[in-house]
């Protein structure tokens, strides 16, 4: 969580560094403390009085203006420091840095500090390529440094390429990820999110009102807290998340195939998407026409049932993870799913209720464990559930793995 951490914003002379009063803003905005330590020649492109006014703290140039003799100034900072971010980052600060050169504020400050540091670069394409650019950078990442990787695209030089600062907003949730515990470090996670749809025709489908937004929120928020993250994903309107690999389906049988393709990898499986049951026995090639005022039969077969295959196959160290959304006799069938789909953990939420469900922002759920108990977690932001949701799971993965242990050394004994 980024609220009322204390970030160092490190800003050096190249173009982009309008782009950190952004991102200066954001983090702000988000409650946390940011401190701006800028190099003279970040000063060439914007004023330290923007960033003390977008913060609200003071800035900081001159390693050797120190006017409170009580204090260290760049010692204090790196001290206090939760996390330290150089955006944008030239060629020239990253050589500094990957040298041990403390000649400045930002780089004595950075000498001194135990806090991660994220290393944003930004130049030209052709700068970004050079082996000694590369080379000092992997020497960064040898040190323990993070680097948010540029992007692609037009650069201030006029040419194209990798090189372009990330986007303020892709930083902010960067930052978000480096400030989160990395209780799921080591696992696998597989999510998968969204409807699905069951092809009439060309031009026509079955599908329910699921938007696939709790899903993505699992994978977001199971990438920020370390794991490796994959997702398949029904046909939804959402952008591609940072760190997570994505695989688009449409049919309930391309998830079914995607995800026993993947399943063996994984270690915790998150089933959130809400998969047709039924599927039309064959999609008409074209579009079906009206026959005059006669009522039209589809005639549809079921679906596999994902879980359930999963629950003949599964490991007995991977964690699974199922999702009923119902609209009546929820506990009823909360309990019967956990049991006939074999899982871990079921998350239940009542579709029907306020703020919970397709297409809310929020969400309502309740955790069904296998020992009966049943935990309500409070109506909060779909980020949040996931956050609690995940809390969750990797306690219950690591008491899991603990008896397991337990049993082995048992029966060893
Ligand atoms: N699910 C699945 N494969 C299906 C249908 C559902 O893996 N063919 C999974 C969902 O991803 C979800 C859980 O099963 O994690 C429950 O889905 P839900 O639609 O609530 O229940 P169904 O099993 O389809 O039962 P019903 O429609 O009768 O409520």
């Known amino acids: 969580m980024i609220e009322g951490k204390r970030i160092i914003l490190g800003i050096t002379g190249g173009i982009a560094a309008y782009k950190a009063a952004i991102l200066a803003s954001a983090l702000t905005k988000r409650k946390a403390v940011v401190t701006v330590v800028m190099t003279r020649g970040a000063m060439q492109f914007i004023t330290p009085l923007t960033l003390q006014s977008l913060t609200r703290q003071p800035v900081y140039e001159d390693v050797f203006d120190e006017r409170n003799p009580a204090r260290i100034t760049h010692i204090e900072l790196a001290d206090e420091a939760d996390l330290v971010v150089v955006a944008p980052a030239t060629a020239d600060a990253i050589a500094r840095f990957a040298h041990g050169i403390g000649d400045d504020m930002l780089t004595t400050l950075l000498l001194a500090t135990r806090a991660p540091v994220v290393i944003a ?3 030209n394409v052709h700068m970004y390529e050079n082996v000694i650019v590369q080379h000092n950078m992997n020497k960064l990442i040898e040190a323990g440094y993070h680097i948010a990787e540029p992007g692609v695209g037009p650069l201030a030089c006029g040419y194209t390429g990798k090189g372009r600062l990330m986007e303020p907003e892709d930083l902010v949730e960067f930052i978000d990820m480096m400030c989160t515990d990395k209780i799921l470090a080591g696992e696998h996670v597989l999510v ?6 069951e092809r009439i025709d060309p031009v026509r489908y079955i599908a329910n009102d699921s938007t ?7 994978a977001q928020m199971a990438w920020r807290m370390g794991a490796k993250v994959t997702l398949i994903s029904g046909p939804v309107d959402k952008e591609p998340l940072m760190g997570v690999e994505v695989i688009y389906v449409t049919s309930a049988t391309e998830m079914y195939d995607a995800v026993m393709h993947h399943v063996p990898q994984a270690s915790i499986v998150l089933k959130a998407a809400a998969v047709a049951d039924y599927h039309p026995t064959e999609a008409s090639d074209s579009k079906l026409k009206k026959q005059g005022s006669d009522p039209l039969t589809l005639t549809l ?3 596999k049932d994902i879980l359930k295959a999963i629950k003949e196959q599964r490991t007995t ?3 699974i ?3 009923a959304a119902e609209t ?3 506990d009823y069938y909360a309990r019967k799913k956990l049991v006939e789909k074999g899982l871990d953990l079921l998350v239940l939420n009542n579709v029907l209720e306020p703020g919970a469900g397709f297409g809310t922002t929020t969400n309502h759920v309740s955790l069904y464990y296998p020992n009966q108990v049943v935990e309500t977690l409070p109506l909060a ?3 949040d559930v996931a956050h609690d949701i995940l809390l969750a799971v990797a306690r219950e993965v690591k008491r899991k793995r603990e008896l397991a242990h337990l049993v082995v050394s048992e029966e060893d004994a």
């Not at 696939?212 to 699992?218: F, P, R």
């Open 121 to 123: 670069p930004a130049m």
């Open 192 to 197: 998968t999110a969204g409807p699905t749809r």
């Open 212 to 218: 696939g937004t709790m899903g993505y929120a699992l």
């Open 301 to 303: 077969v079921q679906n």
């Open 317 to 319: 160290t991977q964690f």
């Open 321 to 323: 993870v199922g999702f």
């Open 328 to 330: 009546h006799h929820a």
């Open 381 to 383: 932001p779909k980020l």
